[in-house]
């Protein structure tokens, strides 16, 4: 059902290294620098920290994108931490720009819903390390959960379909049983 809108990613990866790489990557890029991004609006707080090309964060996406064959669709930004205030809430949306992003949680849990097109929902899961399709309405409410912090990047040069395609002829879909 949920086949357009996600893809489960077969990575493992270190939950406690990404979390301290994320404190090191606030502390050089933290909230008070001009790098960093906090919006503080009628959704809650989110705070944006970019990661950089020689931190783990970025190390892992390398491999992943390497390993799925997305590295000719990497652009010039870097992966991202979000991290999520208890009262934040992302509405239902589709991206504007991003037809696919690949997440991984690191602190929490992070559920995802997804609509059709007349914003009626479809389902929902949960996910560790997920390809999502951007341009599918979606809605993160990190309000009831106790997410916190995830490391995410976007691809604006790709579809969901042609990334997903690229992750299953490299054996890195896990389809949940």
Request: with cysteine; aromatic share 12%.
């Given at each position: 059902?949920?086949?357009?809108?996600?893809?489960?990613?077969?990575?493992?990866?270190?939950?406690?290294l990404l979390w301290h790489d994320y404190n090191n990557c606030r502390k050089v890029n933290g909230a008070n620098s001009a790098l960093a991004h906090r919006e503080d609006f009628k959704y809650g707080k989110i705070?944006?920290?970019?990661?950089?090309?020689?931190?783990?964060?970025?190390?892992?996406?390398?491999?992943?994108?390497?390993?799925?064959?997305?590295s000719k669709f990497v652009n010039n930004r870097t992966p991202i931490y979000f991290s999520f205030s208890g009262d934040s809430f992302l509405p239902v949306h589709k991206d504007s720009m991003s037809g696919v992003w690949i997440a991984m949680?690191?602190?929490?849990?992070?559920?995802?819903?997804?609509?059709?097109?007349?914003?009626?929902?479809?389902?929902?899961?949960?996910?560790?390390?997920?390809?999502?399709?951007g341009f599918k309405y979606h809605?993160?409410?990190?309000?009831?959960?106790?997410?916190?912090?995830?490391?995410?990047?976007?691809?604006?040069?790709?579809?969901?379909?042609?990334?997903?395609s690229l992750a299953e002829k490299a054996g890195r879909i896990k389809w949940p049983s």
């Open positions: 059902m949920l086949f357009d809108h996600i893809a489960f990613l077969d990575f493992n990866f270190d939950k406690e705070e944006h920290i970019p990661t950089n090309s020689e931190n783990e964060g970025a190390r892992l996406f390398k491999h992943i994108e390497s390993k799925i064959g997305l949680v690191i602190t929490g849990q992070q559920p995802i819903y997804f609509y059709n097109d007349d914003k009626q929902l479809i389902g929902h899961t949960q996910y560790e390390c997920a390809m999502v399709n809605e993160v409410p990190i309000k009831d959960t106790k997410i916190e912090r995830l490391l995410l990047r976007q691809y604006y040069d790709c579809s969901f379909q042609e990334a997903r």
